[in-house]
């Protein structure tokens, strides 16, 4: 059997992973809204690459840190709960925003790759892969490289699919009313993600 048949569904399950709704996606939903969808490729590379990278470590043995001290994964939540509540709010109290706006920076590289930092969705799918498919015996190294690189390559094909859709919010709210409503329901959207993250 190849590796490529043998890890399917690991493979599925980052699609999953990455295409479902959390605060990762929201943000680059509402920054290619903003800013256009080429403006937030520099986020999507952030945080794909860091959160792959994420995976290879908690693969190789560092991530167990978090399985023996469960107030430093509870730490983590809160302060990425809190940055996210932090953000909702900006993006719950900004104007309607326009393609040439200015009234704020693009979601950048440094800040995306931050969030997958203290993202409770990221580590708790990489503490997944480590206990559920992980190789225990034969090319361990091996084959978790190739879960971090078919991770990160599903990763930012979904991750671009949600900035496609941004883009595409100005052709179905034409309004600034209600580009303004789209943005406060994204904005609750992430909050809830957030919370949802820390009380799982």
Same mark, same amino acid.
């Given at each position: 059997?190849?590796?490529?048949?043998?890890?399917?569904?690991?493979?599925?399950?980052?699609?999953?992973?990455?295409?479902?709704?959390?605060?990762?996606?929201?943000?680059?939903?509402?920054?290619?809204?903003?800013?256009?969808?080429? &403006? $937030? *490729?520099?986020?999507? #590379?952030?945080?794909? +690459?860091? @959160?792959? =990278?994420?995976?290879?470590?908690?693969?190789?043995? %560092?991530?167990?840190?978090?399985?023996?001290?469960?107030?430093?994964?509870?730490?983590?939540?809160?302060?990425?709960?809190?940055?996210?509540?932090?953000?909702?709010?900006?993006?719950?109290?900004?104007?309607? &925003? $326009? *393609?040439?706006?200015? #009234?704020?920076?693009? +979601?950048? @590289?440094? =800040?995306?790759?931050?969030?997958?930092?203290?993202? %409770?969705?990221?580590?708790?799918?990489?503490?997944?892969?480590?206990?559920?498919?992980?190789?225990?015996?034969?090319?361990?190294?091996?084959?978790?490289?190739?879960?971090?690189?078919?991770?990160?390559?599903?990763?930012?094909?979904?991750?671009? #699919?949600?900035?496609?859709?941004?883009?595409?919010?100005?052709?179905?709210?034409?309004?600034?009313?209600?580009?303004?409503?789209?943005?406060?329901?994204?904005?609750?959207?992430?909050?809830?993600?957030?919370?949802?993250?820390?009380?799982?």
């Amino acid at each position: 059997m190849s590796l490529l048949s043998q890890q399917l569904p690991f493979l599925f399950f980052a699609f999953v992973a990455s295409i479902t709704p959390g605060p990762t996606n929201i943000l680059i939903l509402t920054n290619s809204q903003r800013y256009g969808a080429r &403006a $937030t *490729l520099p986020a999507i #590379a952030g945080a794909c +690459f860091t @959160a792959s =990278a994420i995976v290879l470590i908690c693969g190789v043995g %560092p991530g167990e840190a978090l399985r023996h001290a469960p107030w430093l994964a509870r730490l983590m939540a809160l302060a990425g709960a809190l940055w996210l509540t932090w953000m909702s709010w900006q993006l719950f109290t900004s104007p309607a &925003a $326009t *393609l040439a706006g200015d #009234a704020t920076r693009p +979601f950048s @590289a440094r =800040a995306a790759a931050a969030l997958q930092l203290i993202n %409770p969705k990221t580590w708790m799918m990489a503490m997944a892969v480590v206990t559920v498919f992980a190789p225990q015996e034969g090319r361990a190294l091996f084959t978790l490289a190739f879960q971090a690189l078919g991770f990160l390559v599903i990763s930012i094909v979904c991750l671009v #699919a949600w900035a496609w859709l941004g883009r595409g919010v100005h052709r179905v709210f034409r309004s600034d009313r209600a580009l303004v409503r789209f943005q406060r329901v994204m904005a609750l959207w992430l909050l809830a993600c957030a919370w949802m993250g820390f009380f799982q």
